[in-house]
């Protein structure tokens, strides 16, 4: 007789982290860092005030940013709204008569 495991049902689920999912997980990992290395780089060069300015409002607006982003979804796509007029040309770049 075979032997009966348990079914794992969560492997097709994107992986959640502090309530990012996914692909976003690593966006707010390179926000992050970003933040931290203009939050570095400002205080070096700079100012310290300004630099922890810089360091907590690009940490602060790149997860509200990430956050809005993943409401749309894992798999966003480009919506076209307009009307888009093509013209019917052959593979030899004349026109064709409809």
């Known amino acids: 007789m075979a032997k ?4 794992y049902k969560g492997l097709q689920k994107p992986l959640i982290f502090r309530g990012f999912r996914g692909k976003f997980i690593y966006w707010g990992l390179g926000s992050l860092l ?5 939050g570095a780089l400002t205080m070096s060069l700079i100012n310290m005030w300004l630099g922890a300015i810089v360091l907590v409002g690009s940490i602060v607006g790149g997860l509200l940013f990430i956050a809005g982003k993943q409401k ?3 798999h ?3 919506r076209a ?3 888009y007029i093509i013209n019917h ?3 030899y770049g004349r026109k ?3």
């Not at 009966?4 to 079914?7: D, E, I």
């Not at 970003?34 to 203009?38: E, H, I, K, Q, S």
Request: no cysteine; aromatic share 4%; glycine share 12%.
């Open 81 to 83: 709204t307009g009307i």
């Open 4 to 7: 009966r495991f348990a079914v």
């Open 89 to 91: 040309i052959d593979h």
């Open 34 to 38: 970003a933040g931290l290395v203009l």
């Open 72 to 74: 749309k979804g894992l």
């Open 76 to 78: 966003d796509k480009a």
């Open 96 to 98: 064709k008569h409809l």
